[in-house]
């Protein structure tokens, strides 16, 4: 759950934006994530897990960008086989069915939706004035300086700060912080949470009529499997 939480956040955030309409009419679009251009740039952990999520929803990921070159196809990318081929190669040379394009070019490039997923600060006021995107989805920390973000606002680019999408990894990091704490091992609090609710389900039957569960009964009933 940790390794995708983050860009599942991402997913989540963007996919909520989308689907106001009154938003998406002010920023020249229709609602919902179809076919929706996406640019990512960063193909770790969040950026890729963003990506994903994103295609399986409809969108098309046009433009993935990694520190050493980028890839561009306006039908849309494969995202897992682009993971693959990059894990094998370090390198998108040579990926079929798309266009190699220089990182920096790809990332000024015309999209529904950019998300800077890898460093801060790499919108600034000296290339605001490149980026042809209606929203913004900051993956990344900080990835805009404040006049760029003055920019943008005055543009009309939508921007989803990253305090907001970066919200589900930092949730679910301090359940495994917390899991970590009371040396509970995996799926165990998830476990705990269903006893209790069995707990409460046994305890307004007896209730309502009127008996008394056996101990044994109610041990086997609440606890379950190990």
């Not at 190669?89 to 790809?106: K, L, S, Y």
């Not at 929203?135 to 989803?160: K, S």
């Not at 056996?214 to 190990?226: K, T, W």
Request: charged fraction near 20%; glycine fraction near 10%.
């Amino acid at each position: 759950p940790g390794m995708c939480a983050t860009g599942l956040g991402v997913f989540y955030g963007v996919r909520e934006c989308v689907s106001n309409a009154d938003d998406m009419a002010r920023l020249g679009l229709t609602p919902g994530l179809k076919n929706k251009r996406v640019i990512v740039q960063g193909f770790g952990n969040v950026g890729y897990w963003s990506a994903v999520f994103l295609e399986e929803a409809g969108a098309k990921v046009t433009g993935i960008i990694e520190y050493n070159g980028a890839i561009f196809n306006e039908n849309g990318i494969n995202v897992k086989e682009a993971k693959k081929y990059f894990q094998l190669h370090r390198t998108f040379t040579g990926f079929p069915d798309v266009e190699i394009v220089d990182a920096e070019r790809c990332f000024y490039r015309p999209c529904d939706i950019l998300v800077p997923a890898a460093l801060e600060r790499v919108i600034t006021s000296a290339n605001v004035h490149n980026i042809e995107t209606k929203i913004i989805a900051e993956a990344a920390n900080g990835p805009l300086t404040p006049v760029a973000e003055d920019v943008l606002q005055a543009r009309g680019i939508l921007v989803l700060p990253d305090v907001f999408l970066n919200a589900g990894g930092v949730t679910v990091s301090y359940f495994e912080w917390l899991k970590n704490l009371s040396h509970v091992r995996f799926g165990r609090l998830q476990k705990r949470y269903e006893m209790y609710g069995k707990e409460r389900m046994l305890s307004a039957i007896e209730n309502a009529t009127n008996t008394q569960i056996d101990v044994a009964q109610r041990l086997a009933i609440g606890s379950g499997a190990d």
